[in-house]
């Protein structure tokens, strides 16, 4: 069971999964349209900030609280909503999460309520029965490739010095899953300014590739 299990949450994390992830920039799209993000080595170090200090660390927390038995996830889910830093990181999660749930409800026929993204992917993941840590390493992993592919799309860059960026932040998805997996709610806090007021400058922009 654990390898079938393994592949239906590779299969949900999959960019054929219909949660329509790549419209999404993350605020990527306006970075690069400033000048922040022109390169690869400046894509992979937004990508790690984002990763290490902003939605990505809190989300990997989040999601591990989600997959603890008996986790409060109507709480988790109001969380996950007052975290949001703008308009359009809180349509982004609510978006993913809700076509994650219903997607996922009519493949097994479970009951999965839409929620904000990592939480939705913590309900109907837990019956899986996987190792926490492993679950928060390949939900960052399809969070970062998504941002890669963004940035190959709109720097752009080319599609091998994308899978080097993402290979070269590996490391970091390894740290952060094992520092999730046990931590407390209390441990979540948001550094990665930049990409905050990235989503909320994406809002107004005129012309946009990205719907965040």
């Given amino acids: 069971m654990t390898g079938t299990a393994l592949l239906s949450l590779v299969q949900w994390l999959s960019p054929a999964f219909p949660t329509g992830g790549y419209a999404f920039s993350h605020g990527l799209e306006w970075a690069v349209s400033v000048g922040d993000v022109r390169t690869a080595a400046q894509l992979q170090g937004w990508i790690s900030a984002v990763l290490a200090e902003g939605s990505g660390r809190t989300d990997a927390i989040l999601l591990a609280q989600a997959l603890r038995p ?50 939705a992917l913590g309900a109907a993941a837990r019956p899986c029965g996987l190792p926490v840590r492993q679950v928060v390493a390949l939900y960052l992993h399809a969070f970062t490739s998504n941002l890669v592919q963004a940035g190959v799309r709109f720097v752009p860059l080319g599609q091998t010095e994308g899978q080097a960026v993402l290979a070269a932040l590996h490391p970091l998805i390894d ?38």
């Avoid at 994650?100 to 999965?112: E, P, S, W, Y």
């Avoid at 997996?181 to 922009?205: C, K, P, V, W, Y």
Wanted: a negative charge.
């Fill in 70 to 119: 008996g986790a409060d996830l109507a709480a988790l889910a109001a969380l996950a909503e007052a975290l949001a830093a703008s308009r359009e990181r809180l349509a982004e999660s609510l978006d993913q999460g809700r076509a994650l749930a219903l997607t996922v409800a009519a493949l097994t026929g479970r009951d999965l309520v839409p929620m904000p993204y990592p939480v």
């Fill in 175 to 212: 740290r952060l899953a094992a520092e999730a997996a046990d931590a407390e709610l209390d441990r979540i806090g948001s550094g990665a300014f930049r990409s905050d007021l990235a989503a909320m400058r994406h809002e107004t922009m005129d012309v946009r590739i990205f719907r965040t």
